[in-house]
């Protein structure tokens, strides 16, 4: 069955850093662009990042650009989310999931799969 299992996140202070794992068990990262998602208490689900199959093209929520860096190893069937320079406004529940297509798109509800989650709270 295909399945995405998140990990890494984590208490962190301000100013902080986290890399948060993706791993797929089931099928194939390869072939599929990845996102990542997040949601904090009371407020809708958002995207954060995503990476196409390849690698080659990445996207970034203006909120996060500069200070989170996304990347892919195939071979370990995992997608990376590094965050550095964390706020307190980055606490949320961290979801991956995956595109059915190798190139990313904005919605959300274009992916599927989704991971149980990752808690991540900045607080000092």
């Known amino acids: 069955q295909l399945q995405l299992v998140e990990s890494g996140g984590g208490l962190v202070q301000p100013g902080g850093s986290l890399r948060l794992s993706c791993v797929a068990s089931?099928?194939?990262?390869?072939?599929?662009?990845i996102g990542w998602f997040r949601q904090a208490p009371g407020k809708e689900r958002e995207g954060v990042s995503c990476?196409?199959?390849?690698?080659?093209?990445?996207s970034y929520a203006d909120s996060v650009k500069g200070r989170f860096t996304i990347s892919r190893d195939n071979a370990k069937n995992t997608v990376y989310l590094q965050m550095l320079s964390l706020k307190p406004e980055d606490t949320a529940v961290y979801y991956c999931?995956?595109?059915?297509?190798?190139?990313?798109?904005?919605?959300?509800?274009?992916?599927?799969?989704w991971g149980q989650g990752t808690q991540v709270t900045v607080s000092s």
């Open positions: 990476i196409s199959s390849s690698g080659r093209s990445t």
């Open positions: 999931a995956v595109r059915r297509s190798s190139l990313c798109v904005s919605r959300i509800n274009g992916y599927s799969n």
């Open positions: 089931g099928f194939t990262l390869e072939n599929y662009a």
